[in-house]
């Protein structure tokens, strides 16, 4: 079933110069992006985006990082592209990710690991309209 889902390129990968790579690696996986945009998300976005996680101890920090320098905000559109992305990016620990994902290739640590990835359908449909009108969204 060909679906859309978002994937961000964080902070940290930017600075490595990995978009490049990390595109790639999506692109020889069947997902086709089909709406990308890179922005500074100030610290308000970081929040409003990362909600769902306001009562865990980490959100201060993750927002905090978040709006440390430019991101890529993508969707992705392909077959299983939300369960696709998930593998690809690989356990949110770039330590216990399986070699060859993206954050065993790019990550550092738990919280700067490289990339995000919706990981439900809902989840995808609410992440992808936060930064992308309709209108916007080429495929």
Known sequence: MSER???????????????????SQYEQAGLRPVAMRMLVMGK???EGFYAVHRA???????????SSGPVVVLVLKGENAIKKNRELMGA????????????AKHGTNIEYNAVHGSDSPETARVEIAYFFPEMSVVG
């Open 5 to 23: 889902t978002l994937a961000i390129i964080k902070p940290d990968a930017v600075k490595k110069q990995a978009i490049g790579d990390i595109i």
């Open 56 to 66: 865990r101890p980490f959100f201060d920090s993750l927002c905090t990082f978040m």
């Open 44 to 46: 308000g976005i970081a």
């Open 92 to 103: 949110t620990d770039p330590a216990k990710a399986d070699k060859g994902t993206i954050r």
